[in-house]
């Protein structure tokens, strides 16, 4: 028996915590084949409005949700910006907001980072991550903790990560939503899985994430899903028996805090999977090619993945009350950030955009700028893998990408990266 084992029922023992058994477990909704909710019509109320959506009470059409992203840029101009990720295969927008306020020093500020509904009927996160949003923005300058969060943090929010899924009927219906993007994809096992020789083909809507991901320095983010009231840490490729993560004891105590402070809330959630309402992925449930694995793996970047609603597609008139319990949790998720486990460094100084790829996109020759000479850099595929190590001789700097496949690369120095498409 292993020692984290003996552990874990001694704490268990003197807690008076219930140990997660086998027959705790139920079959992992967010396993394939995967469990497709059927949700009758008129629980899945839509606002073809902003005005609409303001009671929480519906899910936002297509051009709502993007008209909600526009207004807020609007009306915090000074506090928010929205990046763009990239487009679905069917052409529509996978969206991030940027909320850090413009009058604070951006350097010595940690990145987090929120991304939900990467399976497209698992759209609880989706309202949760709109409506995190809109109390953050409004929160600012009036709550304090917000206020002190805000200004102490570099925070992204991605509310939609499989548009093509989620609008799988057309932009103005959640209704038949489905897991999987326009390929027939599930983008949840189409990461470059970090522990294994073969990998699937990219998928548009990841390669873009990963472009996305790797141009910023996450230090700690989460995937939300559905399906499930669990908390879900790494690793998702291995039990923890197997392979333990090295952190697995502050995973527990931030998963911990996020359950208990959700079941002041409301005591009924998080219970349908484990009692203790959170596990490590692989002994729930071993799978490959997940984002969370790759995020840790090769972003060096914290993640876990929330299971947040027993429902995937919820009633909306239930979302209000999971945004009651989950409010307080998914805040407090974020200022984790200033809590990370000893050892793992929060944030090096990262200049702002000094470096920059021109012409973009290029084909023969691609000019960079910001990569000081006596500088050493490296190229990279959109995977991660390694193109060439150079040290960096002229300001600006010249180098022949002519041989290089079409796709994105990224170019990385100590004091960090652009990237840039090759046609
Ligand atoms: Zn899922």
């Not at 390694?386 to 990385?412: H, K, W």
């Amino acid at each position: 028996m292993k020692r984290q084992v003996i552990i874990a029922m001694l704490l268990s023992f003197v807690l008076g915590l219930s140990v997660p058994s086998q027959a705790q477990l139920k079959p992992r909704a967010d396993a394939f084949p995967p469990v497709e909710d059927e949700v009758a019509p008129k629980a899945l109320q839509m606002a073809s409005s902003v005005e609409q959506m303001a009671s929480w009470d519906r899910y936002p059409t297509y051009e709502t949700y993007l008209a909600m992203m526009q207004q807020w840029v609007d009306s915090f101009p000074t506090l928010c910006h929205v990046d763009t990720i990239g487009t679905s295969i069917r052409g529509r927008l996978i969206l991030s907001m940027y909320i850090a306020p413009q009058t604070v020093d951006d350097l010595y500020r940690p990145e987090f980072f929120y991304s939900s509904t990467i399976h497209g009927d698992e759209i609880t996160g989706f309202v949760m991550m709109l409506r995190l949003i809109d109390t953050l923005l409004h929160g600012y300058g009036s709550n304090p903790q917000y206020t002190d969060l805000i200004n102490r943090t570099r925070i992204s929010i991605n509310p939609l990560a499989n548009p093509d899924g989620t609008y799988n009927r057309g932009n103005n219906t959640v209704q038949g939503s489905r897991r999987y993007n326009a390929n027939n994809v599930d983008l949840n096992r189409n990461y470059p899985d970090p522990f294994a020789s073969t990998k699937a083909a990219l998928q548009p809507e990841n390669e873009q994430m990963i472009a996305y991901v790797s141009a910023h320095n996450f230090r700690l983010s989460a995937n939300l899903h559905g399906g499930a009231e669990v908390m879900n840490y790494p690793w998702d490729s291995f039990t923890s028996q197997q392979n333990p993560h090295p952190y697995s004891d502050w995973w527990v105590d931030v998963c911990r805090r996020f359950v208990d402070t959700s079941r002041t809330y409301n005591s009924n959630h998080f219970r349908d999977t484990y009692t203790c309402g959170y596990t490590a992925g692989g002994d729930w449930y071993v799978i490959s090619g997940g984002r969370q694995d790759y995020m840790n793996a090769v972003q060096n970047c914290l993640e876990l993945t929330m299971e947040i609603s027993t429902s995937k597609s919820l009633s909306s008139d239930r979302l209000n009350e999971y945004w009651q319990f989950l409010q307080h949790p998914l805040v407090n998720y974020i200022a984790e950030i200033h809590n990370l486990p000893e050892g793992v460094s929060i944030s090096p100084i990262e200049p702002l955009v000094d470096k920059s790829a021109f012409p973009n996109p290029a084909a023969g020759t691609i000019t960079l700028r910001g990569f000081p000479a006596g500088e050493r850099c490296v190229l990279c595929d959109i995977t991660g893998r390694e193109i060439m190590r150079f040290i960096a001789q002229d300001e600006p700097l010249t180098i022949d990408i002519s041989n290089l496949p079409t796709g994105i690369y990224l170019v990385r120095c100590n004091g960090g990266v652009t990237k840039f498409l090759k046609q």
